[in-house]
């Protein structure tokens, strides 16, 4: 519609229809009253919205509370991992103390048999593709138990 609506006919203004009741329509004098007709699917519409708003009066509230404890979760999962890699590096920061008091000891050793049969596998491989090295491992465990001896072949 293009125009402009005059005051004897229907108006329409927000989606309602209003209807103009009176006697004589045309006399300026006499007060007119608006009456408020609201259609089916007006009133329709009234009743989703509210049912749409009330939806989502539940969904935040719902809301607020999967977020408060997804912060809560969060702050538990944080704590826990900052548990985790304190104990981690104490036990790390202890390891590596150990293997430098051990590098210290075996510097101040004499025998240097015992560094070398630390880096060697000693145990017997049963494995029937292994070649025999019998005689080289007891070889290497007299020189580590015996110090004299390997002095002597240095």
Not at 95 to 117: F, T
Request: glycine share 2%; charged share 30%; hydrophobic share 35%.
């Amino acid at each position: 519609f293009i125009g402009t609506v005059d005051e004897s006919s229907a108006l329409f203004n927000d989606g309602l229809i209003h209807e103009r009741a009176g006697a004589d329509l045309h006399d300026d004098s006499t007060s007119l009253l608006v009456q408020i007709v609201e259609t089916p699917m007006q009133k329709w519409n009234k009743e989703w919205q509210a049912t749409l708003l009330k939806r989502k009066d539940q969904e935040n509230s719902m809301k607020q509370k999967y977020n408060a404890a997804a912060k809560i979760a969060i702050k538990e999962f944080q704590l826990q991992c900052h548990t985790k890699l304190e104990s981690k590096k104490a036990k790390n920061r202890q390891e590596h103390q150990q293997k430098l008091e051990s590098i210290e000891a075996e510097l101040e050793n004499d025998n240097c048999w015992q560094r070398i049969c630390k880096m060697v596998d000693l145990n017997h491989d049963t494995s029937e593709n292994a070649s025999d090295v019998k005689r080289m491992r007891d070889v290497m465990i007299l020189l580590k138990n015996e110090p004299a001896r390997a002095a002597a072949l240095a």
